[in-house]
C-alpha cells in the first residue's frame, strides 16, 4: 500500500477520510493557528517531510503554492504534480460556487486512480510531437494533410511578440489527425511551402485557438487566405462564459490525456534566464531552440485537434451555433480589422499631456507638504514620504496622524487605503484627499501616457486588443497595449490625444436606452413600448405616465424635476435588480436631496403598475433562473448561474439579478456588435477608407474621412437598427451620433492644458 499524506492550509469540517472512499493517509494543516485568516507562508508551521509518502493531497491554492510552483488549483485539480503531489480544489469552495462541484468530485476520482495504480500519465515523444526543419519534409507533411480525409486541420503560431507589427514567426504547427502535431520552422519556408498551405486552407476548415490572434500574424506576414475556420476558444466560451478559463493549457488539462505538456520548455526558459540575467518581460522567445520548442509547439496543435473533437458537438445546440456562427465568427474577422486599424494618437499631444502631468503631481505634491504634519512624519522614519506605499501610507493616517479606519480590510487582515477608503478618510483631514489627488493623477501618467508613446507604431496608431470572449453578458472586453474600456472619465488628458488624422474626423455611435428599449420589447410590454413610440424626452415620459403628473411630458423637467429623477433611477435601476435601499441611494446622490427607502418602494409600486407587464416578465425570469440554474439571451447565448443553489441567500439573490441584467445587457450588447460587424464588412466590400478603431461599451467608434462621413452614417444607423427580430415597428433603436472635430475629449484637452500652445 502506497503511503499518502493529505495537507490543508488549515483544519476544516470536511471529512476527507469519508470522501476520498475510506483512503487511509495522514493529515497535516499548513498552519495549527485557528485565528489566523490569511495564511501567508511565514504563518506556515507544518512538520512533514514529503520524502516520507509515496502521494501528498494538497487541498486548495495554498497547499499546492507551498509544495510547488503552480498557482491555479482549479487547473491542476485531479493531476499529479512533480511527481508525488495531487492538488484538488478546496471543498469549502462549494458552499458559495455550487458549480465547483464537479471539479470536485472528478478530482477526486483522477487522484483515487492515480494512488490506485489505475492511472498512468501519457508519454509524449517524438512520435506524438516532432519538427520539421527541411523544406521538402515540410511540403510532404502539408501535401499529407491536403490529401488526408479528414475536413479539417488544426494550425497554431510560434511568434516573437503579441502583436504582428511587433515581432515575426518562428513557426507554424500543424495536425490533421488525433495521433500527432508537426512543428515547421519557417525558415524551411519556399514559394511551394506557401502555395501548399494556401491550398490547404482553401480546402479545410482550419482549427486554431484563438484564431484572432494567429490569423492576424498568418495575413500580415504571409497574406494567407482563411475561407473556413474555427476556434475552440470561442466554441469553449460558448459552454463556460466566465472568463479566464479559456486557455488552451487549461482545456489540455481538462479534456486531453497530455497534461502539462509545456513544462520542459518553460523550465528551459526559467534556466536560460537566471543564467543570462534577463527579466522576464525583456525574454525573447526567439531564443528558444528549435529542438526545445518542437515538442510544445507540436503538441499546441495536437491538443488542439483533440479538443475540437470534443468541442464540435457544442453546434447540436441551434441556440449556441447560432451565436458562433453569426456573432462570434464573424466577429473575429471584424475585430482582426479593428485591431489593425488602431487608435489614432496625436504624438506631440501625447508628449504635451505627459508634461503636464507631470507638472500637475508636482503640484499635487507641493500642496500635500503644505501640511507641517508631512515633513515631521519624514523625520521621525529618517526617509521621504512614499505616497505609493501601502506600508508608509498606513503607518502615516492611522499611527502618525490618529485617523479612525473605515473597517475596510485588505487580504491579509489590514486596514486598507485603496481609493474609497482615502475618500472616506477626506472627511477627517485633508490628507488623505491630496494623496488620493496625487495616486490619480500618478496612475494616469504611469498607465497611460508613459506606456502609451513607446508603443506607438510608425504611423502613430496604437494597435491593442478586444476580446469577444472577456465577459458574461457578451459585451466585448479590451486588454493589451491599452484598455480601450477604461480610458480616465474624470480627466481629459489621455481622451483628448486621441485625435483623426489631418481630413479625418472621430465619428462615435451610442445606443440610447438600450437597456431599457430591449426589455419592452421581450417583456411585451406595450405600455412601455409606447413610450419609445411617442417621442420626446424619454424619463420625462416615464415620469409622466408613472405618476400621472397634470402637465404636458415636456414640462415635467421643469415642474417636476424630482419626479423625473426617481423615474429614471427606478428605470435603470430595475435592470440591475435593485431594490428600495438602492433606489433612495441613488436618487438622493443624483438629486442632492434625500430620498426615503419608503418613497423609493412607493416609486418602484407606481412604476410597475404602469408597466405590469414588466413585472410580469421579470417574475417569470427570475422563477426560471431560480429553478434551472440558467437563461438564455435573446440571440441565444448561455448564461450559466448555479450559484442560485448556494445557501447564501445573499450570493443566490446576486445571482438572480445576474441573469436578470444578462437578459438586456446582452441582447443590446449584441444588437450595436452586429451592427458594427456588418458595418465593417460594408467597409470593406465597398473599398471605404473609413476605419472602425474600437468599440466602447454601447459606441462605436471610426475614423471617417470628411467626404465618407455622411455615408458612414447613414449605413452604421442602417446597419445598427436594422430589423434582427428586437425591434419596436416604426421606433428603431435609438442611436446618438456625434462627430468630434477636435479630440476624443471633445475639446477638454485643451482647456486643461490652456497654458500650452498647441
Known sequence: ??????????????????????????????????????????????????????????????????????????????????????????????????????????????????????????????????????????????????????????????????????????????????????????????????????????????????????????????????????????????????????GLKQLTMKFTPYGDYEKPMYEWIDRYRKEHGILKDQFNWGDIPFDVMKTYAGMDALCTFLIYEKFVKIKQNSKLKWVYDNILIPGTRFLIDTQ?????????????????????????????????????????????????????????????????????????????????????????????????????????????????????????????????????????????????????????????????????????????????????ILAKDTALMQVFSSGGNFHSTIAHKVFRLPCEPEQVAELYPDKRQAAKAVTFGIMYGAGPAKISEQVTKDSGKYFSKSEAQEVISDYFKAFHKLKAWIDDNQKFIEQNGFIYSFFGRKRRLPNVESTDAAIRSHSVRSGLNFLVQSAASDINLLGAIDMGAYIKAKGMKSRIFALVHDSILAEVPEDEIEHYKEKLLHFVQLDRGLSIPGSPIGCDFEIIHEDYSNGKFKKFLFYFTL
Open 340 to 520: 489593425d486599424n488602431g487608435v489614432p494618437f496625436d504624438r506631440k499631444r501625447l508628449y504635451v499631456g505627459q508634461e503636464a502631468m507631470q507638472d500637475d503631481i508636482d503640484a499635487a505634491i507641493a500642496a500635500l507638504y503644505e501640511n507641517d504634519k508631512i515633513r515631521k512624519f519624514e523625520e521621525i522614519n529618517g526617509k521621504p514620504f512614499n505616497p505609493n506605499s501601502t506600508m508608509q501610507l498606513r503607518s502615516l493616517l492611522f499611527d502618525y496622524l490618529g485617523l479612525q479606519p473605515t473597517g475596510k480590510k485588505t487580504g491579509t487582515g489590514a486596514d486598507s487605503t485603496d481609493a474609497e477608503v482615502l475618500k472616506e478618510l477626506s472627511l477627517q483631514s485633508d490628507v488623505p484627499k491630496r494623496i488620493l489627488d496625487i495616486r490619480q493623477k500618478s496612475k494616469i501618467k504611469n498607465t497611460y501616457l508613459d506606456k502609451i508613446i513607446p508603443q506607438l507604431d510608425r504611423d502613430s496608431r496604437l494597435r491593442t486588443g478586444f476580446n469577444l470572449h472577456g465577459t458574461t453578458s457578451g459585451r466585448l472586453s479590451s486588454s493589451g497595449k491599452l484598455n480601450m474600456q477604461q480610458l480616465p472619465r474624470d480627466n481629459p488628458t489621455v481622451k483628448g490625444c486621441i485625435k483623426a488624422a489631418p481630413g479625418n474626423k472621430i465619428v462615435a455611435m451610442d445606443l440610447t436606452t438600450a437597456e431599457v428599449y430591449v426589455a419592452a
Open 1 to 246: 500500500m502506497p503511503k499518502v499524506a493529505l495537507v490543508e492550509t488549515k483544519s476544516s469540517k470536511t471529512n476527507f477520510r469519508a470522501e476520498f472512499d475510506g483512503l487511509v493517509f495522514d493529515q497535516y494543516q499548513l498552519c495549527s493557528d485557528p485565528t489566523v485568516k490569511k495564511v501567508l507562508k511565514r504563518d506556515c508551521d507544518i512538520d512533514m517531510n514529503p520524502d516520507d509518502y509515496d502521494w501528498i493531497i494538497l487541498v486548495g491554492s495554498d497547499a499546492m503554492k507551498y509544495y510547488t510552483k503552480l498557482s491555479s488549483v482549479t487547473e491542476y485539480s485531479g493531476k499529479r504534480v512533480e511527481e508525488k503531489f495531487l492538488p484538488i480544489i478546496n471543498p469549502a469552495m462549494l458552499a458559495f460556487k455550487p458549480e465547483a462541484r464537479k471539479v470536485w468530485e472528478a478530482g477526486k476520482e483522477s487522484i483515487l486512480e492515480y494512488i490506485n495504480d489505475e492511472k498512468e500519465d501519457v508519454v509524449i515523444d517524438s512520435s506524438i510531437a516532432f519538427g520539421i526543419q527541411d523544406t521538402e519534409k515540410a511540403n510532404e507533411f502539408i501535401r499529407a494533410a491536403i490529401a488526408e480525409e479528414c475536413g479539417y486541420v488544426a494550425l497554431d503560431s510560434e511568434t516573437t511578440g503579441l502583436y504582428p507589427r511587433d515581432g515575426y514567426m518562428l513557426g507554424i504547427s500543424l495536425a490533421y489527425s488525433n495521433k500527432f502535431g508537426a512543428y515547421i520552422d519557417t525558415d524551411c519556408f519556399d514559394e511551394e511551402t506557401e502555395r501548399l498551405l494556401q491550398e490547404l486552407f482553401d480546402k479545410k476548415s482550419v482549427i486554431f485557438h484563438n484564431a484572432k490572434f494567429d490569423m492576424a500574424f498568418f495575413e500580415y506576414h504571409f497574406h494567407f487566405n482563411f475561407p473556413q475556420f474555427e476556434d475552440t476558444m470561442l466554441l469553449h466560451y460558448l459552454i463556460d462564459e466566465n472568463p479566464g478559463t479559456h
